[in-house]
């Protein structure tokens, strides 16, 4: 299972999500077949969408899109959030899967790299019930995904935040995935602050704890420094879930037009689509996009 903690440190004055996503990225680097190196990008990718679910969704209702477009190989990154009381939903494609780099000189993977450090992180809240939405966009501090979703709350937040993101790949697969999001309530104090940096200078990585078989409450303790936080909520879990069905494709052929529409039943007679979040086709018989056509 993937496993999503809340807690509280210092009082109640530093907030904390923890989460283990090793099986949500394993099954994102299958479904999507992906490389080392777009493993690790979209491991990160997913497991901070996936944690925004928890921290940014207020109402069931609601869900977060989210997209990074930066000028490197990868191409756009985009995930898609949903909630219920206790799971996080989430849905990732991307234009490149399969993207490799050979290895920074720190040995690692270069994730940066194959996003680019060019462009723009895009975060959209919407609101199905009252028809609204929230857009914050900052541009790509490194490619790297943690910095930029750290400038994004820094500057469209005003939430002072602490990220970490981390995919350990092994050839045989994702050894370990997770990460941490760290922000300070308005009472945190600069004795707290201290603290926490002392903490986050000698903490292992996130993959290296998950790795080591650390609980999301030790994890906690170790990046705060705080042996003693409060567990808000530790049964909660993140899923890969794609809603997709024929009738949503059939509204996006309607949406193409009539012109458009008629120029594929005159020179296919039939219409293939995918799914570029879960790979599922859907088949249009001419006598389908016939019917189509007729309601446009």
Do not use: W
Not at 127 to 143: A, F, I, Q, R, W
Not at 194 to 221: C, F, G, H, R
């Amino acid at each position: 299972m993937n496993r999503v903690a809340k807690f509280l440190a210092y009082d109640g004055k530093v907030s904390l999500v923890c989460t283990n996503t090793t099986e949500l990225v394993e099954e994102i680097r299958n479904l999507h077949d992906l490389t080392p190196t777009t493993t690790a990008a979209m491991g990160r990718f997913a497991t901070i969408s996936g944690m925004m679910g928890f921290t940014d969704i207020k109402e069931k209702d609601d869900y977060i899109t989210l997209q990074i477009k930066g000028d490197g190989p990868m191409g756009k990154l985009i995930s898609v959030v949903k909630r219920d009381d206790v799971t996080s939903k989430v849905k990732v494609c991307v234009d490149n899967p399969h993207v490799e780099l050979p290895l920074k000189s720190n040995g690692k993977l270069d994730v940066g790299g194959a996003i680019g450090k060019n462009g723009f992180l895009n975060i959209i809240n919407k609101n199905e019930v009252t028809d609204t939405n929230y857009t914050g966009l900052v541009p790509l501090v490194s490619g790297e995904i943690a910095e930029d979703f750290t400038e994004y709350f820094a500057q469209s937040k005003q939430k002072p935040t602490v990220i970490a993101l981390g995919v350990l790949v092994n050839k045989n697969g994702v050894k370990s995935s997770g990460g941490y999001m760290i922000q300070l309530m308005p009472d945190a104090t600069e004795e707290d602050i201290v603290k926490i940096e002392k903490a986050l200078e000698t903490a292992p990585t996130i993959s290296e704890m998950i790795s080591q078989n650390k609980s999301l409450e030790d994890i906690a303790k170790i990046v705060t420094g705080d042996e003693n936080i409060l567990i808000l909520a530790q049964e909660l879990n993140m899923i890969y879930e794609c809603d997709c069905n024929k009738e949503k494709f059939e509204k996006g052929l309607i949406s193409i037009g009539k012109e458009e529409l008629s120029k594929i039943i005159n020179e296919d007679g039939k219409a293939d689509t995918i799914c570029h979040f879960c790979n599922k086709e859907y088949h249009f018989s001419k006598e389908e996009l016939e019917d189509l056509l007729n309601e446009i």
